[in-house]
């Protein structure tokens, strides 16, 4: 009777044992091929943690993270993407199924990396800023520098500003100060400036909607924190972003 027991401990154990090796790595494996599908992101990567691995078969994740390379979102080139949400729930019968996914997130938190080179590349994308600005990033913020036409007359141009959330999914950027010649605006006109040439990013417009809480700068990169809108989310296999 003991060894029978015994064998029935050592076999659970064991099923144990692999379902921890197995199922994390299986699970992420669905959800990157629906992700990837829905998205057209082939760099886009999923890892799952869960601990013990058996409560994945009841639908909960307590952990999910993706990250993606070289994503567009709203014509702007971001170096990198990385979503971490906690206390996730998926149709898992759904996504075996019919390889669609449905996502509910407890907490969430996305990260998105842009380097000044990319800022550069949209800025001279944007009709109503003038050609061949280039834009550098410090830790204060942005500095935009280009040659502006000024009563018909070519004149350098600096813009120092910052973005900031815009209580949604956007950021804007806003000029804190403009020189031109080497001379400072007056603050009236910078105000004046600042409506004429609003220059807003929805990062709505992207793989996954995201709702702005921070923009931080390092040298060389801007850097985007918030809350990826995953709950609710429902993709269907076959469907392409874009």
Known sequence: MRKALLSVIVVLLLAAGAAQLFLPTFVAARVGESLRAATGLSSLDVRVRALPALTLLTGAVPRLDV????????????ESLAIAAENVRLDLGQLLREK???VRAGEAFVRLTVTEEALTEYANGRPELPPGVQVRVTEAGLELAGQAAVFGSVVEALVVGHFEPDGGTGIVFVPDDVQVQGQALPAFLIAVLREAFRVRIDLAN???PIVVHQVLYEPGRLIVVGRPVLDGLRVAAGLRHG
């Not at 990250?67 to 971001?78: C, I, K, P, S, T």
């Open 100 to 102: 669609a996914l449905a």
């Open 67 to 78: 990250a993606a390379a070289n994503v567009v979102v709203d014509g702007l080139r971001v």
């Open 206 to 208: 992207g793989p996954f």
